[in-house]
């Protein structure tokens, strides 16, 4: 008994650490004084940065949210037409790109794309004779990352809804609460944690985003680190940026669980009957197909047709045996990385329930704060001691062997999958965390006291309690790795290319039109497990078959 | 099954990658589709396997940085000189004696000490709208801080390499001070913040967005060969005013590489390089990507040719490397986003 959550204590802190190392690695340079270039810093672009950054994050939550709740509510209770392709077709955003979505629209809507110039050959306008949004500002930045990223609040918040006993959804309309008054003061109280774990998911993303905020001359905190390492050469001031950005993280989620305080969200009841949907008719049930069909049209449709159109009128490369082996790499890749980010969560999230002390909980949280890193800071971090590391196996072996044995890590596919495995764990460990906090603690206790060992409880009741939770974890970390672009574009080891790094190729040389047909395919490649994804979910409701 | 194959992978995942005599392995920052074809040629004509990672320069540099000696990248090639004087300062190259090199390669566009090699060029004039703009109303860089451009100029991010290389050419000539003021003045006189590539600034010029546009050759050339047929309206509607030929010229940058300092397959690094001057290859660059031979006495394509002969700015391009961080500062200064 005394042995045992030691050793459990042992074994979180290692893989949190393992885990944390790149990040560490990185901020390593924190406490190397740079006064000169944070002087300039200060004087010039620091004000930008706080203030695009600040207004991003504010404007994706509010639009993820907007664009998240009234769809997932109304999928959840509501019948109205289309309602069963909504249901799982609103995901389907998840799988495009920030940076192709930006792509799109930029070249759609431009000033001297083909929107703007069919307006004025009409009109006869001129430059400045009219009003048209720029896309290619802060509010195009805030659309297109709230048009990806808000599936995130959908899918979580769907879940939630699914998930809520109907007794508690009666009981509150027996007491005299209508539709609306049980909607504000029980559900969505309920699904809270749900909801604002695809709020910070979908946050997380953003701040980490580097694509499209660079190709929108947009300048954030994620591009100023980028500046700062490269163009001004230092290093000292850019992890000292990155930190900045960190502690924005760590305060929002410090905010988040306090506001919680003790609250918790166990489902206490066991009765589950089948929902009646609610039938909408009239025009209520077109406002609601609008709420639905908005989102997805957007997020979606419009982006790939253009994609579509691009492929179709100017790729000059088909589908050759050089472009399958892309879609095998991006595929093998995105699965290995997301089984190992499920087990490294399950192994967190369930040594976190069982210690819970401040310590195991502060390193699981420090294991997870890679994904509002970007991704080239990750690679780089990963790079630190990976050769640190391979130079000292290279002294060992000229020592006792006589001859170098070259790189054993860096440049190796394995390096590749432990950064996304930092950059994504965030995702599967949340999941899985949500999860386990639906299970009641008595669950666990009478396991335990009917004879199971602690890796019973998880292996015999958990495990099979929360199926649909693995797979949505698992899932989602592989479209995410299937959109991957910056780690994989530095780590990658030779003759090694995916989907992303040829669609990022063709774009950054700004041949857009050519980077449809990769881009297509990664958004093809993704909607497969998106669609089972949703499915999952459908099933998940207790009492429907 | 599934962790016995995940095993599987990972085993040979870690597998470090071979040095066999007849390899030799490429960091490069040009995009795969711009050397590729030309590494299969070289692979059919000397049985040289050549092994690819692409990426951005300066990961790729860190990454180089950090592999150290053990390495197993024997080129580094990047596009734009500035990048490859930092790899130098960063003690990751060594010197290359080639007799083709030095005679092919003019000793503006390679660097003193041998370490790195021009091996295409391409300028960055500006570009201005055919009927509105007359060529005489233009002369130089430093004279677009002109009251009269207020509002009529295109220019890209300073965020990115050709800016900072060009601004680093200024220093070189006009000191900081002098660059500095210019950079107010030209950030006075843009027609919009600046966004999008190199390629956009010709579109919003040819939108009627701006009159004036900074780019590089090639993408300018791609535009006119490209399929897109909105690209080649735009393209033709601006023309090319190569500025400052009355002193020191056109800003040029290359495309380059460099041989690693432990490199294991140098001869072959050498041989690739003696390879991509060839006339062939050289004359695919040209053909192919609308860029600069470096090679004289090959001959650029058509369309280079008619865009006329004009003088290049012969500062030695290390300096825009030595330049960048305090051109990046200048930017900064200026409000250039």
Redesign the interface.
């Known amino acids: 008994m005394e042995i045992k959550p030691l050793l459990w204590r042992a074994v979180l802190l290692g893989m949190a650490l393992l885990t944390a190392l790149p990040i560490l690695a990185v901020f390593g340079y924190v406490f190397v004084p740079a006064p000169e270039v944070w002087q300039h810093l200060r004087d010039t672009v620091l004000t930008d940065y706080l203030l695009n950054t600040l207004w991003l994050v504010l404007g994706v939550g509010f639009g993820v949210l907007l664009l998240g709740l009234p769809a997932a509510w109304l999928n959840s209770m509501c019948s109205f037409p289309g309602q069963r392709l909504f249901e799982w077709a609103l995901l389907l955003p998840l799988a495009m790109p920030a940076y192709i979505i930006a792509y799109t629209y930029t070249g759609m809507l431009d000033f001297s794309g083909p929107l703007q110039s069919l307006l004025r050959e009409v009109t006869g306008w001129k430059y400045g004779d009219y009003y048209f949004p720029n896309v290619r500002s802060l509010g195009g930045a805030v659309t297109m990352l709230s048009l990806v990223l808000f599936p995130y609040v959908y899918l979580l918040a769907r879940a939630a809804f699914l998930e809520q006993s109907i007794c508690v959804l009666e009981v509150s309309r027996t007491l005299g609460a209508n539709q609306w008054q049980s909607f504000f003061r029980v559900a969505l109280p309920l699904a809270r944690p749900a909801i604002i774990t695809g709020l910070s998911l979908a946050l997380m993303e953003t701040l980490a985003d580097f694509g499209t905020v660079q190709y929108f001359g947009v300048s954030t905190f994620t591009t100023g680190i980028f500046r700062t390492w490269f163009g001004l050469g230092d290093h000292a001031a850019a992890s000292q940026l990155a930190a900045l950005l960190m502690g924005f993280v760590f305060v929002l989620i410090l905010l988040e669980r306090w506001s919680r305080s003790r609250a918790r969200y166990h489902h206490t009841s066991s009765k589950y009957s089948r929902i009646p949907k609610y039938r909408l008719t009239g025009s209520m049930a077109w406002l609601a197909v609008l709420v639905c069909a908005l989102p997805l049209l957007l997020g979606f449709v419009i982006p790939v047709g253009q994609l579509l159109y691009w492929s179709v009128t100017v790729a000059k490369d088909g589908v050759d045996g050089d472009f399958i082996n892309l879609v095998w790499h991006s595929l093998m890749l995105a699965s290995l990385a997301s089984l190992f980010a499920l087990l490294l969560a399950l192994i967190l999230g369930y040594g976190k329930r069982l210690n819970n002390d401040p310590l195991t909980s502060l390193s699981v949280r420090v294991a997870a704060m890679g994904y509002a890193v970007p991704g080239t800071v990750i690679a780089i971090g990963v790079l630190i001691p990976f050769a640190w590391l391979d130079t000292q196996l290279n002294h060992l072996s000229k020592q006792w062997l006589g001859s170098s044995v070259g790189l054993l890590l860096s440049g190796t596919l394995f390096t590749l999958l432990f950064a996304y495995n930092v950059r994504f764990l965030a995702v599967s460990l949340q999941t899985v965390e949500a999860g386990l906090g639906k299970i009641k603690p008595t669950v666990d206790n009478a396991g335990r006291s009917l004879g199971l060992s602690a890796f019973g409880v998880l292996h015999k009741l958990h495990l099979p309690l929360m199926k649909g939770t693995l797979l949505t974890a698992l899932l989602l970390v592989f479209v995410d790795v299937l959109k991957e672009l910056p780690a994989t574009l530095i780590l990658r080891p030779f003759n090694f290319n995916t989907l992303a790094v040829r669609a990022y190729e063709l774009a950054s040389d700004e041949r857009l039109a050519d980077a449809g047909l990769p881009s297509l395919m990664i958004v093809a490649a993704g909607i497969i497990p998106v669609i089972i994804l949703s499915r999952s979910i459908g099933k998940s409701r207790a009492g429907e078959k | 099954m599934?962790k016995k194959i995940?095993l599987a992978?990972?085993v040979a995942?870690?597998?470090?990658?071979a040095?066999a005599d007849g390899e030799v392995?490429v960091y490069s920052s040009r995009?795969?589709?711009?050397i590729k074809p030309l590494f299969d040629k070289f692979t059919e004509s000397t049985g040289i396997k050549v092994?690819?990672?692409?990426?951005?320069d300066?990961?790729?540099l860190?990454?180089l940085k950090?592999?150290?000696?053990?390495?197993?990248a024997d080129l580094l090639m990047t596009a734009d000189a500035g990048r490859l004087h930092?790899a130098v300062e960063m003690g990751l190259t060594q010197p290359v004696e080639s007799e083709t090199l030095k005679k092919d390669i003019p000793a503006t566009l390679r660097d003193p000490a041998n370490q790195w090699f021009g091996l295409t060029s391409r300028a960055r004039p500006i570009f201005y709208v055919k009927d509105k703009v007359k060529p005489e109303e233009l002369s130089t860089y430093e004279a677009l801080t002109d009251e009269k451009w207020k509002g009529r100029i295109c220019v890209r991010?300073s965020?990115n390499i050709y800016n900072?290389s060009m601004l680093g050419s200024m220093i070189a000539v006009n000191g900081v001070e002098k660059t500095q003021a210019w950079a107010e003045g030209f950030v006075r006189n843009f027609a919009r913040?600046?966004?999008?590539?190199?390629?956009?600034q010709i579109?919003?010029a040819?939108?009627?967005?701006c009159d004036i546009a900074l780019s590089n050759t090639y993408?300018y050339g791609?535009m006119l060969t490209?399929?897109?047929a909105?690209d080649k309206a735009?393209a033709e509607k601006v023309a090319i005013f190569w500025p400052n030929q009355q002193d020191r010229g056109v800003h040029v940058n290359i495309s380059g590489a460099a041989v690693t300092k432990v490199a294991k397959n140098k001869d072959n690094a050498v041989k690739l390089m003696e390879f991509l001057v060839s006339d062939e290859s050289q004359k695919w660059y040209a053909e192919a990507n609308q860029e600069y031979p470096v090679k004289a006495g090959v001959a650029a394509s058509e369309m280079l040719k008619s865009w006329g002969e004009f003088k290049a700015d012969s500062v030695n391009l290390s300096e825009l490397g030595k330049n960048?961080?305090e051109a990046?500062?200048i930017m900064?200064?200026a409000?250039w986003?």
């Open positions: 599934l995940t992978i990972l995942s870690l597998a470090a990658p040095f392995n995009k795969e589709q711009l092994n690819l990672v692409t990426g951005k300066d990961a790729l860190e990454r950090l592999e150290g000696e053990n390495t197993p930092r991010s965020d900072q913040p600046p966004e999008g590539g190199d390629r956009d579109k919003a040819a939108a009627g967005q993408y791609q490209g399929e897109e909105e735009a960048n961080a990046v500062k900064d200064k409000g986003k």
